[in-house]
């Protein structure tokens, strides 16, 4: 196993996601939608196995995520290309965003593919009371919806694949088979065991000793929200939530 820097971490972790981690910073975007009609959403679950860690659309009857009572979730992956990054990204949202979204862009500009939008972040790390702010800031004079999608060779909704996978009730009971944990709870106190021969230079009398008691928790990042550690990074940022930041 290869070390990877933090930002390779990062890259890999949050690939094909679109995120703002900084207090009141902003991202100048163009949302991938002509119509609402555009707008799709799925029933998920977020998994975690030995081949892939990520989301997946829910099987229906018979879902084995379902019947190991991972949480499904009722998503909205909104695509946009951030014009920074000069990349397609998915912001990973729930259902509950949705008014927002119809309020700051449909309502005004039914083909939001015509114009540059800034998506602006409004809470520190792991706040839950984190929301966003959307404001057009002009129209869309970098690449049209068809430029952009041929520039990486993208069809719709094809291209959801890259942040949500369609798989069969055998290919997922096969991921879950192999699931793994990354959730280590440590709760007996450590108690040392001294080497043979190991004389101890503390005097008997000497009593003054804490007790090791508290258990430790160790996770492999915070989620924003608890649940979502378990479950999928939705709920990062509270209502909604998106992929929690790390800690190192």
Known sequence: ???????????????????????????????????????????????KSAQYDGYVHCCGEGCPACKKGIRVQTKIFIPLYNIAKNAIEFWDRSMRFEPQFQKDVFDSFPNPSEFVFRVTRHGVANDINTTYSI??????????????????????????????????????????QSEVSDNTVVTQD?????????????PDTYVDIPDVTAPVTTTDDSSDAVDDIISGPDGADGEDGELPEPHF
Do not use: C
């Open 190 to 202: 450590y108690v040392p065991i001294p080497r043979v021969g190991y004389q101890a230079s503390i």
């Open 1 to 47: 196993m290869a070390f990877k820097t933090v930002e390779q971490f990062n890259d890999d972790r949050y690939r094909n996601l679109f995120r703002i981690t900084d207090d009141k910073k902003s991202s100048d975007v163009i949302f991938l939608y002509r119509s609402k009609a555009d707008m799709l959403v799925a029933q998920a679950h977020y998994i």
């Open 135 to 176: 404001a057009v800031v002009g129209r869309n004079a970098v690449m049209s919806y068809d430029d952009i999608l041929a520039k990486f060779h993208a069809t719709m909704p094809d291209y959801y694949e890259n942040i949500i996978r369609d798989i069969s009730i055998s290919e997922l009971d096969g991921m879950l």
